[in-house]
């Protein structure tokens, strides 16, 4: 039996080196049926031709290109004229502004009369100052304090907002990352739900609680709804949760208490998403009108970018000035955090 | 039980204010759409909602914000993933260009408001430059185009977050993908359709929810150019809250809220689920 199988194997090896070696006549190719003078001619040919493709490609490219650039560059325009708009005005006098753009105030609904609406003069639309002069600035920092108090109120409610929200909001985050048991998914999805309301609705019972605690009218009244609001939680639960789980486990190992895995492993993590959420979280709040509107109703307490909505005549000479004062803060967050922005928005994961 | 007992320490904070804060008013709020008046407990039936459906004001800040978020969320979607495809791509100057694209969102609407202003009043600067250079009539813009104004001014504020979003999603499209379809001889437009929209499906909806929340809060813009009482079409259902305020009609104003919230599960709801089927489509 043995020798019969020994056999048969001994054939196949046999046959499969046939195989191996077998010749087989090469099929004749184009290139090598050429003489040596006629394939230097033909290669010379296709080289052309590729070039040409090349060309058609590189300058079809270079024509995208270009289009890419004059529709970033018209998009980017657009998008900082306003800004850049601002800051030039602002360096105009008082008397220059006035001059320029009173026309304008007078017909806004609140304009002194409606015969105004139909002056044939017709407000001049200046980019550079005739003169340059920090009239504007020094009006709105030395000589006007409302304009100060309400650059500090803004300050006041923004700043403790930001904190206290990333604060909880962590905390909150860690838990429902550790514990995702059913009674924690379903509370999660009350968050999510919360997040998704429009201010039209939150507002009512927010305003009904503070009314309840006696805090409207005083800076409370926004700051804690702000504090636990839930859009940072959802964002920062989505991050952590991609950490991975081979890091808690080797602290819980090690002996780490909750505490101290908050704190040592799971927050060093997260350091871009806190810092992308800080800055979303800053200028949402620095520029927000709805919650003052309804909670705050003494004027005095009203952070300024209400207050900057009421410009009218009489103040337009320093409008300008105390506009661009109050993107100044943003701006500079933005310069110094964009990619931290960036990062932190495209690291979470969020889609 | 202490592992449970640690993650509701952590967890507290946040539960109490949110419970405190949100949920429970908003149960109360509930109970108050039933009754006959803020002070008045008796039970009032549908009567509250009867009267606020009916309200024209009502229905007219419910259509006006519809139409809102019907053009700006298709319009903000549509511009700012073009915009990201075209930083995407090879150019010269790219990160500047984001830095610039990028920087409204930043900016203060209040600040901005301004310039809007002074552009398209009635006497405005845009007026008086057709009036001059081609002696057209004044356009009264804030008044018989007050809505498109503010679609711009929406826009222009909020293009940068979805910029954001969209580029780090055509980041994350798996590049073996993209070059076998470049070997197959596939063009921009076929890879475009194909490929990239197939993996930013999941965030064209994630934007798409975003824009949806933000576009309910118009009513900062309209409130900063024009005040409490718009002309028209500009009256937002913030309006419509707010002078339920500050006249003290609390019942009016939980309905209005009951409704509101109901209407946005349900929009939320549909989103969602159109959202996990892409999803799954996108893991297989």
Sequence with gaps: MDEKIRELRRKQAILARHHIYEKKEQPQSFVSSLSPDEREVFMKGARAANAVVLRKRKRRSRVAKVFGVAFLSVAAFIAILPIFFTFLNSFMSSAEIEGNYGVVFKSLPGGSNEASRFMDEAPQLQLVPQEVSADQYSEVLFKSPSYLFRYWNSILLTVPIVIGQLAVACMASYSFMRYRKKRREVLFFLYIILMLMPFQVTLVPNYIMNQALNILDTPLAVILPGVFSTFSVYILTKYMRRIPKAYIEAAIIDGASEWQIFTKVVMPNCKAPVAAMAILLFIDYWNMVEQPLVMLQEEGMQPLSVFLSKVNVENIGLAFAACALYMIPPLLIFLRGEDQLVEGISQSGIK | ?284
Excluded at chain 2, 80 to 89: C, D, E, G, I, K
Excluded at chain 2, 183 to 204: A, E
């Design chain 2, 1 to 284: 039980m202490k592992e449970w007992g640690a993650g509701i320490g952590f967890l507290l904070p946040s539960v109490a204010g949110v419970f405190l804060f949100f949920f429970i008013p908003f149960l109360m709020l509930v109970k108050m759409s039933f009754q006959k008046s803020a002070t008045i407990g008796d039970f009032a039936g549908l009567a509250n909602y009867n009267a606020v459906l009916t309200n024209e004001a009502f229905l007219e800040a419910c259509g006006n914000t519809a139409l809102f978020t019907a053009v700006t969320v298709p319009a903000a979607i549509l511009i700012s993933l073009l915009l990201a495809l075209v930083l995407n791509t090879q150019l010269p100057g790219k990160s500047t260009f984001r830095s610039l694209l990028l920087t409204p969102m930043m900016v203060p609407v209040a600040s901005i408001v301004l310039i809007w202003q002074v552009m398209f009043s009635f006497n405005g600067v845009l007026n008086g430059w057709t009036y001059q250079l081609f002696g057209l009539e004044r356009i009264d813009w804030m008044k018989d185009h007050g809505q498109l104004l503010t679609m711009l001014l929406f826009l222009w504020k909020n293009l940068g977050l979805n910029i954001i979003l969209f580029l780090s999603a055509l980041n994350n499209i798996p590049q073996e993908v993209v070059e076998s379809s470049l070997m197959d001889g596939c063009g921009s437009v076929r890879r475009f359709f194909s490929i990239r929209l197939y993996y930013l499906g999941p965030t064209i909806f994630f934007v798409g929810i975003m824009s949806l929340i933000n576009s309910f809060k118009i009513f900062r813009e309209v409130y900063l150019l024009t005040g409490n009482y718009p002309y028209g079409k500009l009256y937002t259902l913030q309006h419509f809250m707010n002078n339920k305020f500050t006249r003290l009609d609390y019942t009016q104003l939980s309905v209005a809220a009951v409704i509101l919230s109901i209407a946005m599960m349900i929009i939320v709801g549909i989103l969602f689920l159109i959202e996990s089927r892409i999803d799954k489509g996108v893991e297989e």
